[in-house]
């Protein structure tokens, strides 16, 4: 059976970046974004992940990301090894709401330390886990350290992260976050660590992604478990995207094949970027150098798709994104196996290579 998509407006220009202010469609809906640099059965890959929440809605206060069953995890890293890089926005409640910006280092942390084991207590009540890692960043000038409590469960998933955030509703000195921070935004990417499922059965070559939210009751510094949702993110083994030059008449042409296993590729109209530098567009890792200039047009039910566009009157380089669409609604049951709500899923975005086009070498004038 396939799993018919839509095609949503994203919450962001690209997941390396920074978030804009969606209108809230309910009290509480964030939602988990991943992309991973590869699709391939069995490879290794950096997993990029992408968490929204709008600034309406309630506060978070705790997110839990369950890895797919099938996939590998390498939690051997020593402490103070740096495994990626963060870029977050909040919204500063304490400075009247406006929005700030946190960057930083995925660091793993030494799970003994006296802090991280009284931290990971509170968020999990457990004072010990398999790995830390640590969000190491900095708000107006004052260091922001958020841990994630990472563990390989002997059944289901491959692995969770659990995260837990500070009140924005209290003050700083009786816990609460700094300056009031409430997420809007976290965009983090972690490498070394996961490895593909390397299952061929056709049974078995979709994989989901899946993110537990819970918020605060509005006001206070206390969780309201009632409202525990979830998001998820659909990733078909093997998934791909080709892009190449094509010969045309007019103009230059493309051409490529975009495959997801398990899903309905009919009228998936693509991205397109181009830019005068290298790898216009944004991917998994890098927010690209260009920009978005056109769609493909529908793609067939074989995931085959063609776009063209004017000849250029400089060096410029090409690239094709799927990004932007959704499952038409999520599976009855959680890959979790809790019995949460799941509000949307999306389907992990894709860059291909790029293709370099150049102006047509003048004519020559003819003189008599």
């Known amino acids: 059976m396939t799993k018919s998509i839509r095609l949503v407006l994203p919450a962001c220009a690209c ?14 809906k964030p939602s ?14 950096t997993v990029d992940t992408f968490i929204f929440s709008s600034q309406a809605n309630d506060a978070t206060a705790k997110v839990t990301i369950y890895a797919p069953a099938g996939y590998g995890a390498n939690l051997t890293q020593a402490p103070g090894t740096k495994i990626g890089t963060v870029l977050a926005a909040v919204k500063a409640n304490g400075l009247g709401g406006i929005v700030l910006t946190l960057s930083g280092d995925v660091v793993v942390a030494n799970g003994a330390d006296p802090s991280i084991v009284t931290a990971s207590q509170q968020c999990t009540n457990r004072p010990t886990n398999q790995a830390t890692w640590i969000l190491n960043t900095t708000l ?25 955030l500070a009140s924005p509703y209290v003050d700083p000195s009786a816990g609460g976050a700094v300056l009031g921070a409430q997420l809007v935004s976290a965009d983090f990417s972690v490498r070394k660590v996961f490895t593909n499922a390397s ?5 078995s070559r979709s994989y989901q992604w899946s993110g537990i939210f819970t918020p605060y009751i509005v006001g206070t510094a206390t969780a309201n478990p009632a409202a525990t949702n979830e998001w998820r993110t659909y ?12 010969a045309s008449k007019n103009g230059i042409s493309f051409a490529g094949l975009l495959t997801i296993p398990g899903v309905n590729l009919t009228t998936i109209r693509l991205r397109l970027y181009a830019g005068k530098k290298a790898q216009p567009a944004p991917n ?11 769609r493909s047009r529908p793609a067939k039910a074989s995931g085959k ?19 932007s669409y959704q499952l ?3 599976d009855p049951s959680s890959p979790t196996g809790l019995p949460v709500p799941c509000h949307g899923e999306d389907l992990a975005a894709m860059t291909s290579t790029q293709a370099k086009a150049v102006p047509p070498p003048k004519k020559k004038n003819k003189h008599r």
């Not at 059944?155 to 992260?161: C, R």
């Not at 299952?199 to 049974?203: I, N």
């Not at 776009?307 to 400089?314: A, G, S």
């Open 305 to 323: 798709y063609t776009i063209t566009r004017p000849q250029v009157k400089v060096r410029t380089f090409f690239q094709i994104r799927f990004e």
């Open 199 to 203: 299952v061929k059965s056709s049974a």
């Open 32 to 45: 988990l974004t991943i992309e991973q640099t590869s699709y391939k059965l069995g490879a290794p890959t």
């Open 328 to 330: 038409s609604s999520c």
């Open 235 to 246: 990733v078909g083994l093997p998934q791909s995207l080709t892009f190449k030059r094509v």
């Open 284 to 294: 998994a890792i890098a927010g690209g150098s260009g920009k978005a200039v056109a």
């Open 140 to 164: 107006q000038g004052q260091k922001i350290q958020i841990p994630i409590f990472v563990n390989k469960p002997p059944t289901g998933p491959a692995l969770t992260e659990e995260v837990c």
């Open 15 to 28: 997941f390396v970046g920074l978030a804009v202010a969606a209108p809230a469609l309910a009290a509480y």
